[in-house]
């Protein structure tokens, strides 16, 4: 089940929502949202929501045993079973296929690639329950002791398949104990529609447009290259913002603030700003727990930039182009700290602006392409080293019949909903604001509902991640 379906949207939700506020005590709620939890992830995954459970009653187990341990070694072996079994299973499920396909390549073997099916949303819960034994280990968290708790906070459907990545620090108080105001709800509810809309009417819609743009490329000119991967740029951003704007949202309509995952990065003048911007929690995790304990800036500075960048395009896919993707913002970072970022500053902001675009753009393309034959072959086109023309016409007709979607879709890459809002609340207050924001939600859910009926397109990019 996604969010942007009807079945979610007018079944799923409405259905969650009224047995929720109908239950008055802690524990009943509880109960209902992991029992819909459970059964969101079964509806896609009815096999594989019992690994994870088995993954949620495994660092249970282990938080428990590292807090009546602390300080001895069987807290140390519990984290260590953590660690080697949470990423044992992702290695499994995610890369086994992955490492075999390799060992035939490389050695001329006939191994058995394996053919697990990967279960959804494996990649987020797995970092999630490791953040939990690692910040009880490291004595951050109080250990949590009701496994209805724990198993809520792992399975919650906001963000159970395709984040924010929520750390349970970040959410611990409410687990516990949390209230709905009316603004929770009037802020919840509009926090989803919006994502709703960005997904709806700008992520699939590109997806769509740039399809042929970004395959067959016997007739393909330079500025069609471009503009397939400058509609991916927009397709991917709309779509896994707008998925965490959707997540946030309906942690809000249960009393869960989610941290933030993307503020504006399309707007940032160098890739050390865009990934300060771009999936903020992913960045944080490595930061937090690979990062800094291997030594940070203080000691392998350089080695430790490039695992990190290793280990985020590896984290996005078993593919070699995602090893390349990270590895390439691994090489723009480390010379912007080398000298391009002192450069870039002294620059006008246009000038550094158009660089992190075209970086992020071809950055991109990197990650669109998992056939290295294919890379190749688009990359040519794309720098015009192909002998294919400038300009097509289907292009130009595309563009006619889209501009405005275009020119909006690129306006609202840029920070103009706060900026509204700010102009808003200096001008008429705040009193009105609720009202006018539901009026905005239903507008936006009524838009999307009748985009949703007749759209066959509709996937989550990040799903498969």
Not at 56 to 71: K, P, T, V
Request: glycine fraction near 8%; aromatic fraction near 20%; proline fraction near 3%.
């Amino acid at each position: 089940m996604i969010f942007a379906s009807l079945t979610f949207l007018y079944l799923f939700l409405p259905a969650n929502l009224l047995f929720y506020f109908l239950s008055r005590r802690q524990l009943y709620r509880n109960v209902l949202l992991t029992g819909f939890s459970l059964f969101f992830y079964a509806w896609g995954e009815p096999v594989w929501v019992t690994l994870l459970i088995f993954s949620s009653a495994l660092d249970y187990l282990n938080g428990l045993i590292i807090e009546r341990h602390r300080g001895r070694w069987q807290a140390k072996f519990a984290l260590i079973l953590s660690l080697a079994v949470n990423l044992g299973l992702l290695g499994l499920f995610k890369y086994s296929a992955f490492l075999y396909e390799n060992l035939n390549a490389l050695f001329g073997l006939s191994l058995t690639v394996p053919t697990f099916a990967l279960p959804i949303g494996i990649s987020f819960y797995t970092f999630q329950t490791i953040s939990y034994t690692v910040d009880v280990y490291r004595d951050q968290v109080k250990v949590q002791h009701s496994f209805l708790r724990f198993l809520m906070f792992v399975s919650l459907y906001p963000q159970l398949v395709a984040g924010p990545i929520v750390r349970y620090q970040d959410v611990a108080a409410e687990i516990d104990s949390r209230t709905v105001s009316a603004r929770d709800l009037s802020e919840g509810m509009g926090r989803f529609c919006v994502g709703l809309f960005k997904k709806v009417f700008v992520a699939n819609i590109a997806g769509e447009l740039s399809g042929p743009f970004l395959s067959g490329f016997d007739q393909l000119s330079v500025a069609g290259a471009w503009f397939g991967a400058v509609l991916y740029t927009l397709q991917i951003y709309y779509d896994f913002s707008g998925y965490s704007d959707m997540a946030i949202g309906l942690g809000r309509l249960f009393g869960f603030h989610y941290p933030e995952n993307f503020n504006y990065p399309y707007i940032s003048r160098t890739a050390t700003e865009f990934w300060r911007r771009w999936h903020m929690t992913l960045g944080s995790f490595f930061r937090d727990y690979l990062y800094i304990p291997l030594g940070g800036r203080r000691r392998h500075p350089w080695r430790n930039l490039f695992l990190v960048w290793f280990a985020t395009g590896f984290w996005h896919g078993a593919s070699w182009n995602f090893v390349l993707w990270g590895l390439y913002y691994g090489a723009l970072i480390a010379l912007e700290r080398l000298f391009l970022g002192r450069l870039l500053e002294r620059l006008p902001r246009v000038v550094s602006h158009l660089y992190l675009l075209l970086a992020v753009v071809v950055g991109w393309v990197l990650f669109y392409f998992t056939d290295f034959d294919q890379l190749r072959e688009f990359c040519s086109i794309l720098f015009g080293f192909a002998g294919h023309p400038l300009w097509d016409v289907g292009l130009e007709l595309v563009l006619l019949n889209h501009i405005f979607w275009l020119a909006a879709a690129v306006a609202c890459c840029m920070p103009l909903l706060p900026a509204l809002k700010r102009w808003y609340y200096g001008r008429f207050g705040t009193g009105s604001a609720l009202v006018w924001q539901t009026a905005a939600s239903l507008v936006c859910l009524a838009l999307s509902t009748a985009l949703l009926a007749g759209q066959g397109y509709n996937p989550f990019l990040y799903y498969r991640f």
